[in-house]
């Protein structure tokens, strides 16, 4: 089985752009396709990026996400940022049987 | 509108047991994989069990595994978590969620109900 690892928060100013990395402990990032989720206070997660780097409809293109091998890690940035935007972000992959969560970055917009 | 409603939370006590439901609603049940998910308020997401759309095929945490069940009854369009052995650390709202993509599993979930509190105190 294999980590998932987040920074635990992030912050930045309205207007901003800010990028949120996870790193997979072992395997290769690339073997299996990344989500991620935005969670708000109260509310269940939603899926920003399915794929690696595809957004659902509805999902805005100031979203997107990246592979990086070199660093077996996987990013969500977000440019444009809002103060609607400030939640919770979580990177998920999987293996053969298992799901994986990453813990989580608090995203602050101040 | 594709909808999925958890039930059966509640409190129970350190040995017990709970089962959970997760009905479902707007889309082709019978062809989309079923997944719980758990948290721990005010902490991050735990993945606990999956089930393949025919209901054959079963994945649990090491953490839930022996003690919870997943099943699901494609007639009615439901998907039940069996929780036997509730330990305090399984106290949580647990989340049940669609799978993103026809006849897959494990891969990634795109809609996820409201989820329901579980408490697990004497």
């Known amino acids: 089985k294999f980590i998932l690892t987040q920074p635990h928060s992030v912050s930045e100013s309205p207007g901003k752009t800010v990028t949120i990395s996870c790193t997979r402990s072992?395997?290769?990032?690339?073997?299996?396709?990344v989500q991620w989720y935005q969670q708000r206070p109260g509310s269940s997660p939603t899926p920003v990026i399915y794929?690696?780097?595809?957004?659902p409809s509805g999902v805005p293109d100031r979203f997107s996400g990246f592979i990086d091998s070199s660093s077996n890690s996987a990013s969500l940035t977000i440019s444009g940022l809002q103060t609607e935007d400030e939640a919770d972000y979580y990177c998920q992959s999987y293996d053969s049987d298992n799901v994986v969560f990453g813990g989580g970055t608090k995203l602050t917009v101040l | 509108e594709v909808q999925l409603l958890e039930s059966g939370g509640g409190l129970v006590q350190p040995g017990g047991s709970l089962r959970l439901s997760c009905e479902t609603s707007g889309f082709t049940f019978l062809n989309y994989a079923v997944t719980w998910v758990r948290q721990v308020p005010g902490k991050g997401l735990e993945w606990v069990s999956s089930?393949?759309?025919?209901?054959?095929?079963?994945y649990y945490a090491d953490s839930v595994k022996g003690r919870f069940t997943i099943s699901r009854d494609n007639s009615r369009h439901i998907s039940h978590l069996q929780m036997n052995s509730l330990r305090a650390e399984d106290t949580a709202i647990y989340y049940c969620?669609?799978?993103?993509?026809?006849?897959?599993?494990?891969?990634?979930?795109?809609?996820w109900g409201r989820g329901t509190m579980v408490t697990v105190s004497s």
């Open positions: 969620a669609k799978d993103r993509t026809e006849w897959e599993v494990l891969m990634g979930f795109d809609v």
């Open positions: 794929e690696d780097n595809q957004r």
């Open positions: 072992s395997g290769s990032i690339g073997s299996n396709y």
């Open positions: 089930i393949n759309p025919g209901g054959v095929t079963t």
